[in-house]
């Protein structure tokens, strides 16, 4: 199998070009080569599709071989890939995904793609469509017990489920403990995103996340954007905000006028290989 290495902010997937021929078995194929030990190394699996609707589409799995609905960095990085290599001369484009067609603006510098705005779409703030175990008619800062200790949680989903919780702090964290049993609390039926976000400013927030599936990643495009609705609805940021992860910084747009979220963010080969599956 030939592959493309790429990351947006450290988020790192594996790329492989499925416009003329499907890969077999996706979810194991993810599961052994998102090993950073014996396999590539990864986030997880990202296959570029042929699609009736849109330009393109993007399947996309997890580390652990689970399939995933929506993923912002690997949008971008998809973007780059079929600009890049020649698959489309527009420099906007449609994707397919499981959340949706998405609209991506490619901004290019010198012949290549450096960074992409996307159009995430509307978050949902309805529990049952997020989901989330609930009857509210929005989940906003209501108190969740996890191992023992009240947290105020929001929950939104951008096409995947995240909950986002305010704190300080969030550097000392141990995610490696706490992640998981946000990740498979009884109150997500189909499990959830957490983002831990420290407020900086009304420009800026800080964020770690554990994302489902793949445990604590360097950034997440969804979770920015689910981080930066639950900080405007809490009154922290306005319509728009910087978000700072550990591999870099997302700016974020939520345009009242359309009711959509904006990520812009980079976006980068890593390198190409072939691995016997």
Not at 114 to 124: D, I, L, T
Not at 207 to 217: C, F, I, N, P
Not at 249 to 265: Q, R
């Amino acid at each position: 199998m030939r592959f493309t290495k790429m990351q947006g902010l450290g988020n790192d997937y594996v790329y492989v070009n499925c416009l003329e021929r499907q890969l077999e078995n996706p979810n194991a194929v993810s599961a052994k080569i998102s090993d950073r030990h014996f396999g590539i190394g990864s986030d997880g699996l990202v296959l570029i599709c042929p699609s009736e609707q849109a330009d393109f589409r993007m399947d996309m799995f997890n580390a652990d071989g689970s399939q995933a609905e929506m993923c912002g960095n690997a949008i971008r990085c998809v973007g780059k890939y079929v600009f890049d290599k020649g698959l489309t001369k527009k420099e906007t484009i449609t994707i397919e995904t499981l959340a949706g067609i998405k609209t991506l603006e490619l901004r290019v510098a010198g012949g290549a793609v450096e960074a992409v705005r996307v159009n995430m779409g509307s978050p949902e703030l309805h529990p049952e469509k997020i989901p989330i175990q609930s009857g509210l008619e929005q989940f906003l800062q209501q108190p969740v017990m996890v191992d023992g200790k009240e947290y105020k949680v929001t929950g939104v989903s951008m096409g995947n489920p995240h909950a986002v919780t305010f704190m300080e702090h969030i550097a000392d964290l141990p995610l490696p403990v706490l992640g998981p049993k946000f990740e498979n609390h009884p109150l997500f039926p189909k499990r959830i995103n957490t983002e831990f976000v420290e407020p900086v400013d009304r420009n800026t927030i800080k964020m770690r996340v554990w994302e489902r599936g793949a445990g604590e990643t360097l950034a997440c495009g969804t979770g920015a954007c689910a981080s930066m609705v639950a900080a405007h609805l809490a009154g922290l940021v306005g319509e728009e905000a910087d978000v700072a992860l550990l591999g870099g910084t997302l700016h974020i747009e939520w345009n009242k006028a359309d009711n959509c979220v904006y990520m812009t963010g980079p976006c980068a080969f890593v390198f190409e290989g072939e691995i016997d599956l």
